[in-house]
């Protein structure tokens, strides 16, 4: 069995090795990733595209989230579990934030909870800090803003933006957050933002300066014809691998070829 990553193994990874991140959501997919040297993994609430075919994040509701963190720590991985709390379940008051932070490691047993934004939801992040509840921040493209965003556009460019980033970020450093994705923002700015924090910067489509990097599963195993943002790398092409083995069976179930004789019970 593995050992589990903590918290503070994460912490402590600053400027001595990246530290790699992938979104899971359900326990089959947990197995494949245990398998292989994953560091974290963050239950996102990409869940609401990913798995329910929403166009954006903000309907997946707190309920969702705990079972998809649910089905994630049931096959009991080594990395490290973080479960992304979703749209207004932190936003509304600090209360809130505590009590639905908490219920990710009461009900979910994950390890620790993301949230998106720096210095507006600063007191959430400190409310559920002292609750023992580690925090991962969240900056740059946050996706539960995207219509006050109007729109998933790369944010922090430019001089006054980049620094508005860097404040929040320092902000949350300082609230006791462990580590900060940084989404969508120029390479320059992100490494800026790495190079003036103590805890880890995790980066997608925020260049090679961060300390580690996360991608959505899916869309690391090319599982979509459809969306490939500049960002993501595809290392497999399982939506061409999975038709190919559909069609298949569907092929040989028309044509009687399955099933065959080793697939049968005998009398
Ligand atoms: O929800 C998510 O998957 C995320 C990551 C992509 C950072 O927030």
Redesign the pocket.
């Known amino acids: 069995m593995k050992q589990k990553i903590s918290v503070a193994d994460i912490r402590e990874k600053k400027g001595k090795g990246r530290i790699v991140?992938v979104?899971s959501y359900d326990s089959t997919m947990t197995r494949i990733i245990d398998a292989a040297d994953i560091d974290v993994i963050?239950?996102?609430?990409?869940?609401?595209?990913?798995m329910a075919g929403r166009d954006n994040?903000l309907g997946i509701t707190m309920d969702e989230m705990i079972y998809h963190t649910q089905c994630v720590t049931r096959t009991k991985p080594g990395a490290l579990v973080i479960g992304?709390m979703p749209f207004l379940s932190y936003q509304t008051s600090v209360e809130d934030a505590v009590r639905n932070a908490g219920r990710f490691l009461k009900e979910a047993d994950a390890q620790a909870v993301?949230l998106?934004g720096g210095i507006r939801v600063i007191e959430q992040v400190k409310a559920i800090v002292r609750a023992d509840i580690p925090v991962m921040g969240?900056l740059g493209l946050?996706?539960q803003s995207v219509h006050a965003f109007g729109g998933f556009k790369v944010q922090a460019r430019g001089e006054q933006a980049a620094r508005l980033l860097k404040e929040n970020a320092l902000a949350l450093q300082d609230a006791g957050v462990f580590s900060i994705?940084l989404?969508c923002v120029p390479a320059t700015v992100a490494k800026d933002v790495t190079d003036s924090l103590d805890i880890p910067t995790?980066g997608?489509g925020a260049g090679p300066h961060c300390d580690g990097q996360?991608?959505?599963l899916q869309d690391l195993l090319g599982m979509s014809k459809t969306f490939k943002p500049k960002f993501v790398k595809q290392y497999a092409n399982l939506f061409d691998v999975i038709k190919e083995a559909l069609d298949a069976y569907a092929t040989e179930v028309r044509e009687g070829a399955y099933p065959a004789q080793e697939h049968c019970f005998k009398d």
């Open positions: 991140v979104t963050l239950v996102g609430d990409s869940a609401g595209n990913v994040t992304d993301k998106e969240h946050t996706p994705v989404e995790i997608i996360v991608l959505v």
